[in-house]
């Protein structure tokens, strides 16, 4: 059964730090991966997705992610971290033949302080 | 704006009775899908509409069902609540004809709690 692991449970960080999000799946065939955040009392957003082609995947607010296939691993990063990307992030992969079944990671609390 | 509307946004029930959730998807997506996510927790996806079909279904007790009507809309029964039921119920939607390539859509969310 496909599975989805992120290590870092609660990040905490000064505002300028650089960020890194480990997230690994469990899955032999092809993939689709994604990264959502989730603000505060807000719903479910897509940061990025990877389909197929370039491994370095770039989405909105300055996050990017690398598909690094050989080992089953999807991270995001982001140079800067501001105050404002304080939210929880989850790791997300659904088989590339599926529509719309995706398995999440249990998540990843980023904590900003100021 | 995500583009999926549901509602309720909250609501409380006992112990034993149902709930009825509802979802209209984004516009121009014909597929699906319910979530629930525990606090704390990941979503975990519970089943997929397609064609007013049960399509996918995850580990999820009979006690969840399903609809979709010919609109595309759709919705999540639960019965005989049990306190575990407790959650975030998230409704996302897709395009079921580009099944490598679409991106997947999310609610707001539902917040049941059941007492």
Redo the contacts between chains.
Sequence with gaps: AQSVSQHNHHVILSEAASLELGCNYSYGGTVNLFWYVQYPGQHLQLLLKYFSGDPLVKGIKGFEAEFIKSKFSFNLRKPSVQWSDTAEYFCAVKRSSNTGKLIFGQGTTLQVKP | D?GVTQSPTHLIKTRGQQVTLRCSPKSGHD???W?QQAL??????IF?Y?EEEER?R?NFPDRFSGHQFPNYSSELNVNALLLGDSALY?C?S???RY???????????SWLTVV
């Design positions: 995500a597929t699906v899908s979530y704390g927790q990941g979503p975990q996806f997929q397609y996918q995850g998230l996302a897709s395009w079921r099944t490598s390539g679409n991106t997947i859509y999310f609610g707001e969310g």
